[in-house]
């Protein structure tokens, strides 16, 4: 089974940075397309960013373009985000997600599309 483990999160002041790690383990992580998302207390999980099976194509969500920078070494097997000029907004739980669906041809901003998340890591960031 695939297996993520996210890393990185922690307690910073508005306008701090922060860089986020996702190791991944099982199947092949150079198939997949994979994603950033995040959840705060009392809201539903929501799209933060994506990136495409090479590496080559991105997306963000509008709210954090500009600011995030995802990334990816497939020879690490790993994902980055990496979270510039926070705001007390960006508060959240984030995950480290995959698409499964190896053969799809753009890269989705949508939750549904995602599994596997790991246990999240909790970024703070206080005004």
């Known amino acids: 089974q695939v297996q993520l483990v996210e890393s990185g999160g922690g307690l910073v002041q508005a306008g701090a940075s922060l860089r986020l790690s996702c190791a991944a383990s099982?199947?092949?992580?150079?198939?997949?397309?994979m994603g950033w998302f995040r959840q705060a207390p009392g809201k539903e999980r929501e799209f933060v960013a994506a990136?495409?099976?090479?590496?080559?194509?991105?997306h963000y969500a509008d709210s954090v373009k500009g600011r995030f920078t995802i990334s990816r070494d497939n020879g690490k097997n790993s994902v980055y985000l990496q979270m510039n000029s926070l705001k007390t907004e960006d508060t959240a739980v984030y995950y480290c997600?995959?698409?499964?669906?190896?053969?799809?041809?753009?890269?989705?901003?949508?939750?549904?599309?995602?599994?596997?998340w790991g246990q999240g890591t909790q970024v703070t960031v206080s005004s």
């Open positions: 099982g199947g092949t992580f150079r198939s997949y397309n």
């Open positions: 990136i495409s099976r090479s590496g080559g194509t991105t």
């Open positions: 997600e995959r698409d499964p669906l190896v053969y799809r041809a753009y890269v989705s901003a949508a939750v549904g599309d995602y599994d596997y």
